[in-house]
């Protein structure tokens, strides 16, 4: 980093601080980079991205995660240009680009197979895209070197590609997207070629340079682990449409869906009908579950209607001893324990059939575990950590 | 498979001592100072020198190398337009008739493309008079279109193994289309034209009959000539070419085996260099500030 | 973009973060950014717009144009010739279309090309003689191919090499040239029947040159590199855990072969069985020199019929009879083939 890059103030990417719900509200201030209108695409019959609207703000990590097939990599290719939408419309920074060629557009894309370019040096392809706007010579070697030691690549610019490991080449690649200064960059896959240990090294790194170049990114990924880890916001997408927008803790905690509950994280999901709608409560009966769930705040629903009840696993809690409430709790035999060195998972299989995750933490040592195969235990939750999905 | 590796291997060998020992015989033999195949006469390169001498033979070998070097290189290009279009256009109109056109020659008669060749010259001499009479030029065109089915289907055996988000990425970095292919497709596809050029190459220095049917009464090539002579009988002198062009080839191929080898030997150290300073210097963030 | 922390650079998660050095580059991108806008409206010029239009057509055109000319329309000509009549001159047949008089266009078309060779034996002989040659010596090819493609399919990685670069050689040789070391090693004195002889073996050389044995080993040492490449490829990329996975079943070795192996490699079978089948049918080369005189081949009787009889319309026939023939071989040939190349692209 050379001294005229640390000067001023300005904010356009220092993230910002606090809790992830707070991060959101300042975001909510922070202009739209990318704006995509009800865009579809279609190949044939086959419907990739189905009437999908979304908004970008600058600064961003953002991140699509969905499984495969889900589009997810179709709409990133519409944003890098290289499919046009059959409707709709892209907005980058204000401009509509639906038309525009990628390589008329302020944005650069990182692939999941790196795409580095064999024959060229690691140099030569980080100033690829910086010669195709007749940059000056002088000002192409300054920023490639900047780029190459903001990867810590340096001691290797003259190499070829296939002369570098895994790691080094994802490096080289982002430091080529990197390069001309985007307005966004597009990241698909960027860590699945690497192995698991040096994937979760690079999780971090990339968001530390995201942080310091500041420069929106958004990710496309399958992991959602790797969506949790790195991105401010995640949108989910399923068979071409986005399910739920919203930060790694909202889309755990208040999944709109039970295909968001389920696809984020593990989840007990019990079938029930309402029973009870007031505004301050409902009451919701399971065929799964011995005792009525009780939730303390209405939702808008009609009475009778089926609904789902969603328990994450840690928000369980076992004992032998059973609770004195109306609410909330049932009874099983433990069929399996999964120690797991942290945490362990215990199998409940409940009176009714039905089988309930339920997950402790290891804290002691020492400690030897009270309840084993075959028990009887009692499962209860509390209110507020009931999440209630309709559909 | 416990016992079938003597098997496999003793098949193995007679495959390729089928595939050798005439070769072999025939070099052996180009140094044999009898005129008799099964003679040995004792050593001798006088076979050599006749051929050195035979006027006809050479000037023949000269329009063959011609006719080769023309063809070829038409070929390569003509054969790699086929193959951007075969694997990077999707549809386009007539390209059933275009894939039929372009594969057919892999494995149509020589005989039937070298009637139908002439045909067509002998028709379009009359009827607009183009080309006048039958030399160097048409067995060029008649090379041309045989040699550029190969090289296509090598040529396009490439472009399938290479990855499509490279010209992307190019594209994605601000290179037009015409620019990205001519940067970075083309120089990837490079090993491909070499060996379509170098097929080409063969494939029009070893072409009998097509050349017999298209060729005019000045425009010998050397398989003519080959072949007429060994038509009156087994000459020395063509154990002493056979011997040439059998080197020849041998050479190139080792030496472009030998190269290719190299590179990957070359690409494999420095991968696995790689991967261990990897593993070993973690390269844990110390860049964050 | 205002009002996002403007304090200090504390991030959440103990990701700290500087918000003065952050916000240099991508104030630089804006910068480049707006360059890049500039660019777009006037940066093209003429010529990139003629190369974006027509671009395409160009690619498409020539080699299109190139096969129209030389590969499809040389195949009409043989067709209308075939029905066209012999006659001395130049060129030393009968047009097809004949302007009478008072402005009539007369097609005469004359069958009596086809119809004599069907009523001469020599060409039916011949056509059935050749589908017999290629078809004996496609199988001895398999026979000899299939064993060599599977032990060096088997092989170390760097015998591989070595083996398939001298299974590949020979093809770069001159093919004329090793027809012709046949002749040295077949012939009355050649060398089998000089070593027989002095061995005591037989008192008088045995006929091998110009007869069916010859002709079956030049065609099966010409073609056997087309025969074994196939092979190898369909064999190399069996996974051989099929095999173990038959034999932990099982199968005894030569079983899992029939039943797992063989039939696996099929595509390579029929590949090779094609480039070796479809070539020879039409072979004169060989024919004509180490199958002699007798040999009747319908390849030679095209070669006969057009360079000593100078009878082009008959040679016409005989090669659209001959692509008739061969037109089944030659889309089985081509279905595979794309259907190697839509798995190719797949993988």
Redesign the interface.
């Known amino acids: 980093?050379t001294d005229?890059?640390?000067?001023?103030?300005?904010?356009?990417?220092?993230?910002?601080?606090?809790?992830?719900p707070g991060?959101v509200l300042?975001?909510a201030?922070?202009?739209p980079i990318i704006e995509i209108q009800d865009v579809v695409k279609t190949f044939g019959d086959f419907v990739a991205v189905d009437q999908v609207s979304l908004t970008i703000r600058?600064?961003e990590l953002f991140a699509l995660l969905g499984g495969s097939g889900c589009g997810k990599t179709t709409l990133l290719r519409m944003l890098a240009g290289f499919e046009r939408p059959t409707a709709g419309r892209i907005l980058i920074?204000g401009?509509d680009m639906t038309q525009?060629p990628p390589y008329?557009r302020?944005v650069n894309m990182m692939f999941q197979s790196y795409a580095l370019f064999p024959h060229m040096s690691v140099e030569a392809n980080v100033a690829f895209g910086l010669r195709q706007?007749s940059l000056p010579k002088a000002e192409i070697r300054d920023r490639v070197r900047q780029m190459l030691d903001l990867v810590q690549l340096g001691p290797f610019a003259k190499r070829k590609p296939h002369h570098l490991s895994g790691g080094q080449r994802q490096r080289v690649a982002l430091a080529r997207s990197l390069a001309?200064?985007?307005?966004v960059l597009l990241l698909d896959e960027p860590l699945a070629a690497l192995d698991k240990k040096l994937r979760e090294q690079t999780q971090?790194e990339l968001?530390?340079i995201q942080?310091?170049?500041?420069?929106t990114f958004v990710v496309v990924t399958h992991d959602q682990e790797e969506a949790m880890t790195m991105a401010d916001r995640v949108a989910i997408m399923d068979s071409g449409r986005i399910i739920q927008v919203d930060t790694p803790h909202a889309l755990y905690e208040y999944p709109n869906t039970r295909y968001v509950a389920e696809f984020f994280g593990t989840v007990n999901m019990f079938q029930g009908q309402l029973i009870e709608d007031e505004p301050d409560h409902i009451l919701i009966r399971s065929d799964a579950l011995a005792n009525p769930v009780y939730v303390g705040h209405g939702i808008s629903a009609r009475g009778g209607a089926t609904v789902w009840v969603a328990l994450r696993p840690e928000k369980l809690a076992i004992s032998r001893v059973q609770p004195d409430s109306p609410h909330n709790w049932d009874q099983g035999i433990v069929e399996d324990i999964v120690y797991l060195g942290g945490i362990s998972t215990y199998h409940i299989r409940l009176d009714s059939g039905a089988l309930a995750r339920v997950t402790t933490q290891n804290l002691e040592r020492m400690a030897e575990p009270d309840i084993t195969w075959d028990d009887r235990v009692f499962v209860s939750w509390r209110h507020d950590n009931t999440v209630v999905v309709t559909g | 498979?416990?016992?079938?590796?003597v098997?496999?291997?003793a098949?193995?060998a007679?495959?390729?001592a089928?595939?050798?020992v005439?070769?072999l015989?025939?070099i052996l033999?180009s140094f044999n100072e009898s005129r008799?195949?099964?003679v040995w006469g004792g050593f001798s390169l006088k076979w050599y020198a006749e051929l050195f001498r035979n006027e006809q033979m050479l000037n023949a070998a000269l329009v063959s190398l011609r006719v080769a070097v023309t063809s070829a290189t038409i070929a390569t290009v003509?054969?790699t337009?086929?193959a951007?279009?075969m694997g990077r256009?999707g549809r386009?109109r007539?390209r059933l008739?275009?894939?039929?056109?372009?594969?057919?020659?892999l494995?149509m008669?020589?005989?039937?493309t070298g009637?139908?060749?002439l045909?067509?010259f002998?028709?379009l001499e009359?009827v607009i008079g183009w080309p006048a009479g039958r030399g160097i030029d048409t067995i060029t065109?008649?090379h041309?279109?045989f040699c550029?089915a190969y090289v296509n289907v090598v040529v396009?055996?490439r472009l399938?193994?290479l990855d499509r988000s490279v010209e992307e990425a190019a594209m994605d970095l601000g290179a037009?289309?015409?620019k990205a292919f001519l940067v970075i497709t083309l120089p990837m596809l490079a090993p491909a034209l070499v060996s379509g050029w170098l097929l080409s190459f063969?494939l029009s220095?070893?072409d009998?009959?097509i050349a017999?049917?298209v060729a005019g009464p000045a425009s010998t090539t050397l398989?003519m000539v080959?072949?007429s002579s060994?038509?009156l009988g087994?000459t020395p002198e063509?154990n002493a070419?056979?011997t040439l062009?059998?080197l020849l080839?041998?050479a190139?191929?080792?030496i472009a085996?030998g190269f290719m080898?190299r590179q990957e030997r070359e690409r494999e150290r420095v991968a696995t260099k790689a991967l261990k300073t990897e593993r070993g210097g973690s390269h844990t963030s110390s860049s964050?500030? | 973009?205002?009002?996002?922390?403007?304090?200090p650079?504390?991030?959440?998660g103990g990701?700290?973060?500087?918000?003065?050095?952050?916000?240099?580059?991508?104030?630089?991108?804006?910068?480049?950014?707006g360059?890049?806008?500039e660019?777009?409206g006037h940066g093209r010029t003429r010529l990139?717009w003629l190369?974006?239009r027509f671009?395409?057509g160009t690619?498409?055109g020539?080699?299109?144009i190139?096969?129209?000319l030389?590969?499809?329309?040389?195949?009409l000509?043989?067709l209308k010739?075939s029905f066209a009549e012999f006659r001395i001159g130049l060129?030393p047949y009968t047009p097809l279309l004949e302007w009478i008089e008072g402005g009539y266009l007369q097609i005469k078309l004359a069958f009596g090309n086809f119809l004599f060779l069907l009523d001469d034996p020599l060409y039916v002989v011949a056509y059935l003689n050749s589908l017999k040659v290629a078809l004996v010596s496609t199988l001895i090819a398999l026979l000899?191919?299939y064993?060599?493609a599977?032990?060096?399919a088997?092989a170390s990685p760097t015998w591989r090499?070595v083996?398939l670069?001298?299974?590949?050689?020979?093809f770069?040789?001159?093919?004329?040239?090793?027809v012709?070391?046949?002749?040295?090693?077949l012939?009355n004195?050649?060398?089998i029947n000089?070593a027989l002889i002095s061995l005591g073996l037989i008192d008088s050389p045995l006929p091998l040159l110009n007869t069916e044995v010859s002709l079956y080993i030049g065609i099966v040492?010409s073609y056997?590199?087309f025969m074994?490449l196939p092979l190898y490829a369909t064999l190399e990329k069996m996974d051989i855990a099929l095999?173990e996975a038959a034999a932990d079943l099982g199968c005894r070795?030569f079983k899992a072969?029939l039943t797992v192996t063989l039939p696996l490699s099929m595509p390579g079978i029929v590949a090779g069985s094609?480039?070796v089948f479809?070539?020879a049918?039409?072979?004169?080369?060989i024919p004509?020199?180490l199958g002699g005189a007798g040999t009747l081949m319908i390849?030679k009787v095209?070669?006969s019929e057009?360079?000593n009889n100078r009878d082009?319309p008959v040679?016409?026939a005989v090669?659209i009879a001959?692509?008739i023939f061969?037109v089944i071989?030659?889309v089985v040939?081509?279905y595979y083939?794309?259907k190697h190349?839509e798995r190719?692209?797949e993988s």
Do not use: C
């Not at chain 1, 942080?211 to 420069?215: D, F, I, L, W």
């Not at chain 2, 498979?1 to 590796?5: F, L, N, V």
């Not at chain 3, 770069?172 to 090793?178: A, D, K, Q, V």
């Open positions: 980093m005229t890059l640390v000067q001023g103030t300005h904010s356009a990417s220092s993230r910002p601080e606090g809790s992830r991060a300042r975001r201030e922070a202009r600058e600064g920074g401009q525009v008329d302020p706007d001309k200064h985007p307005k971090l968001v530390g942080e310091r170049v500041g420069t | 498979m416990k016992r079938s590796p098997f496999l291997y098949m193995l007679f495959g390729f089928f595939l050798y005439p070769i015989l025939l033999y008799l195949v099964t003509l054969g337009l086929s951007l279009m256009f386009f007539g008739l275009f894939t039929g056109m372009i594969t057919a020659p494995v008669p020589e005989v039937i009637l139908s060749l045909l067509l002998v028709s009359t065109i008649a041309t279109t550029m396009q055996s399938v193994g037009r289309p015409l063969t220095l070893d009998l009959v017999s049917f398989p080959v072949f060994v038509r087994v063509i070419l056979a062009l059998v080839a041998t190139t191929i080792l085996a080898w964050r500030p | 973009m205002s009002g996002a922390g403007e304090g650079g504390h991030g959440l990701r700290p973060t500087t918000g003065a050095r952050t916000r240099s580059i991508a104030e630089a991108a804006w910068a480049a950014a360059r890049d806008g660019r777009n990139q190369m974006a671009g395409r690619v498409i020539i080699p299109y190139w096969l129209l030389f590969f499809l329309l040389p195949f000509i043989v010739i060129p000899i191919g064993p060599m599977y032990a060096i088997r090499a083996y670069l001298l299974v590949i050689l020979p770069w040789t001159s093919f004329l040239i090793r012709y070391a046949w002749i040295g090693i012939k004195n050649g060398l000089n040492y056997l590199p074994v095999i070795p072969f094609m480039l479809i070539p049918v039409g072979e004169f080369v004509d020199l390849g095209l070669w057009f360079f082009w040679a016409s090669a001959m692509l061969l071989p030659i040939f081509q083939q794309h190349a190719a692209e």
